[in-house]
C-alpha cells in the first residue's frame, strides 16, 4: 500500500484565500516531511520542511503543521496567488536508508483571479 | 543558485533501445538519487548512490536499469531495453549530506517510448 496519501486530488481558490494541503502518512517512524511545489513541466521545488521533533514551522506565506497523533501533515498557503497554482506533494523520509523520499499522490491547486 | 541540470529535456527513444539519461548534480553533493513521474501520477523513488555505489534501489528499478558516476561530474541512469511502460519523466536530485535535509531535484527528462 501506498506510505504517503492526500485527502484532496484538487483544490481551487480564490486569490487572496489562504489554502490548506493535508496529507496522511502511514510510517509513524518518519522522522522528516517535505512539501515540494510542482509546476507544469517542470522538477519538484522545495517548498518548506519539518522534523518530526516539532508540529509546525512557519515560513515565507507558508505554514506546515505535523500532527504525529494522527499522522496527518498540511500545507497552509497565506494570501494565495495566481503563482501558487501547481501541483502540491507531501514526502516523507522513512527510517533507514539514504533519506529516500516516499511521495503523496499530489493535490492540484487551481487559483482564480 | 546552484541547481540540478538534467539533458536531454525529451528524448524519443524505440522500444527495445537503450537510453542514457543525464544529470549533473549540485557540484558538493554526496547523495545522488533517481526519481521517475509517470503522466499523471506520483513521484517514484527508484534508486540512491553514494560513495560510487547504489545504496538502495526500488523494485522498479530491475535488471533493465543501471546508474554510474562517470567522472566524478555526471550521474546517468542507462534503461538498457526501453519498454513502452518505461515513459515517464525521469528526475534526478542530489542532498548535500545525509539526514534530515532537502533533496534538490532537476527539471527532468521526459522519456517517450514508440
Known amino acids: 500500500g501506498e506510505s504517503v496519501g492526500l485527502h484532496l486530488p484538487t483544490l481551487s481558490v480564490q486569490e487572496g484565500d489562504n489554502s490548506i494541503i493535508n496529507c496522511a502518512y502511514s510510517?509513524?517512524?518518519?522522522?522528516?516531511f517535505i512539501w515540494y511545489k510542482q509546476e507544469s513541466g517542470k522538477g519538484p521545488q522545495f517548498i518548506i520542511d519539518i522534523r518530526s521533533n516539532m508540529d509546525k514551522r512557519q515560513g515565507q506565506r507558508v505554514t506546515v503543521l505535523l500532527n504525529k497523533t494522527v499522522k496527518h501533515l498540511s500545507l497552509q498557503i497565506a494570501a494565495t496567488q495566481p503563482g501558487d497554482s501547481a501541483v502540491y506533494f507531501c514526502?516523507?523520509?522513512?527510517?533507514?536508508?539514504?533519506?529516500?523520499?516516499?511521495f503523496g499522490a499530489g493535490t492540484r491547486l487551481a487559483v482564480h483571479p | 543558485e546552484p541547481e540540478v541540470t538534467q539533458t536531454p529535456s525529451h528524448q524519443v527513444t524505440q522500444m527495445g533501445q537503450e537510453v542514457i539519461l543525464r544529470c549533473v548534480p549540485i557540484s558538493n553533493h554526496l547523495y545522488f538519487y533517481w526519481y521517475r513521474q509517470i503522466l499523471g501520477q506520483k513521484v517514484e523513488f527508484l534508486v540512491s548512490f553514494y560513495n560510487n555505489e547504489i545504496s538502495e534501489k526500488s523494485e522498479i528499478f530491475d535488471d533493465q536499469f543501471s546508474v554510474e558516476r562517470p567522472d566524478g561530474s555526471n550521474f546517468t541512469l542507462k534503461i538498457r531495453s526501453t519498454k513502452l511502460e518505461d515513459s515517464a519523466m525521469y528526475f534526478c536530485a542530489s542532498k548535500g549530506k545525509t539526514g534530515n535535509t532537502e533533496a534538490f531535484f532537476g527539471q527532468g527528462t521526459r522519456l517517450t517510448v514508440v
Open positions: 510510517n509513524s517512524a518518519s522522522d522528516y
Open positions: 514526502a516523507e523520509n522513512p527510517p533507514g536508508g539514504y533519506n529516500k523520499l516516499i
